[in-house]
T-cell receptor
């Protein structure tokens, strides 16, 4: 039972443009949402989070949007940089943390 | 550096064997979580401990067990290993329960290869 889904396994974007990563969830009880970035041979690194009482949270080049009615979460990276190339996991929490399967972002120079 | 330490980094063993993976959480974190990641798949939740007690269980096999010790480090024991147990095993920790929502902080994982 996959409660958090990332339907795009990969995304390729030109340097300087916007990267938009998407995530859908099914459980309306989730009250905390997160994005993680993972480089090969490293553990996931926390990037940004949002509480269910908000619809947007911004941190530098990273913005997370939450649409509760659509049960949809997105991460915008502007501008994208080659160093952003990594696998991005979304996660949602209500007592436990549930992770999506990841989207591999490739930012081309 | 997340502050979460996992040892060993790599482990190669044979089918049928038993291994122990170790995790030291960030200073001050009381919760420890174990996750399994197989072949570029997502992170599968195995088990959570809070201050020495089991808090939540996920898709953890009966051949697997874990514990959290008084000094808050945790160990994940995998026994009767099968080829399919080959995976990356991540440990994560988070701030004490009762605080505001706080993220998980992950270690760099232990790569287990069963041959």
């Amino acid at each position: 039972d996959q409660q958090v889904k990332q339907n795009s396994p990969s995304l390729s974007v030109q340097e300087g443009r916007i990267s938009i990563l998407n995530c859908d969830y099914t459980n309306s009880m989730f009250d905390y949402f997160l994005w993680y970035k993972k480089y090969p041979a490293e553990g996931p690194t926390f990037l940004i989070s949002i509480s269910s009482i908000k619809d947007k949270n911004e941190d530098g080049r990273f913005t997370v949007f939450l649409n509760k009615s659509a049960k949809h979460l997105s991460l915008h990276i502007v501008p994208s940089q080659p160093g952003d190339s990594a696998v991005y996991f979304c996660a949602a929490s209500f007592n436990k943390f549930y992770f999506g399967s990841g989207t591999k972002l490739n930012v081309k120079p | 550096d997340s502050g979460v330490t996992q040892t060993p980094k790599h482990l190669i063993t044979a089918t049928g064997q038993r291994v122990t993976l170790r995790c030291s959480p960030r200073s001050g974190d009381l919760s420890v979580y174990w996750y399994q990641q197989s072949l570029d798949q997502g992170l599968q939740f195995l088990i959570q401990y809070y201050n020495g007690e089991e808090r939540a269980k996920g898709n953890i096999l009966e051949r697997f067990s874990a514990q959290q010790f008084p000094d808050l480090h945790s160990e994940l024991n995998l026994s009767s290993l099968e080829l399919g147990d080959s995976a990356l095993y991540f440990c994560a920790s988070s701030a004490p329960s009762g605080t505001e929502n706080s993220p998980l902080h992950f270690g760099n994982g232990t790569r287990l290869t069963v041959t």
